[in-house]
Nanobody, 124 residues
Framework: QVQLVESGGGLVQAGGSLRLSCAAS????????MGWFRQAPGKERSFVAA????????YYADSVKGRFSIARDNINNAVYLQMVSLKPEDAAVYYC?????????????????WGQGTRVTVSS
């Protein structure tokens, strides 16, 4: 089992940047495909980005392509989400998730482990 803890959320003005971190413990992170999801108030949780076990492939939701970047550090058991040019519609609670073997990296049900989330607020 793997435990995930997100950090790095906060309040930022539109156009600003944030870097979210996800620290893993319990098992080696290199065993898992990793993803970031977000959930805004009143909305369903949605896919943001994913990265394969060795970091060789990255996937992004259309809404964040070119602005967000996912990265992983398997030595330090961490995953990151760099967010730039933030928009008010990016405001949400962001969750880090780990999957043993996702068939669909964008499907939340394919991820077995989840963090508690970190809130991102974007002021206009």
């Amino acid at each position: 089992q793997v435990q995930l803890v997100e950090s790095g959320g906060g309040l930022v003005q539109a156009g600003g940047s944030l870097r979210l971190s996800c620290a893993a413990s319990g098992r080696t992170l290199s065993n898992y495909g990793m993803g970031w999801f977000r959930q805004a108030p009143g909305k369903e949780r949605s896919f943001v980005a994913a990265i394969t076990r060795n970091g060789g492939n990255e996937y992004y939701a259309d809404s964040v392509k070119g602005r967000f970047s996912i990265a992983r550090d398997n030595i330090n058991n961490a995953v990151y989400l760099q967010m730039v040019s933030l928009k008010p519609e990016d405001a949400a609670v962001y969750y880090c998730a780990a999957s043993n073997s996702y068939n669909d990296y964008a499907r939340s049900s394919d991820y077995e482990y989840w963090g508690q989330g970190t809130r991102v607020t974007v002021s206009s």
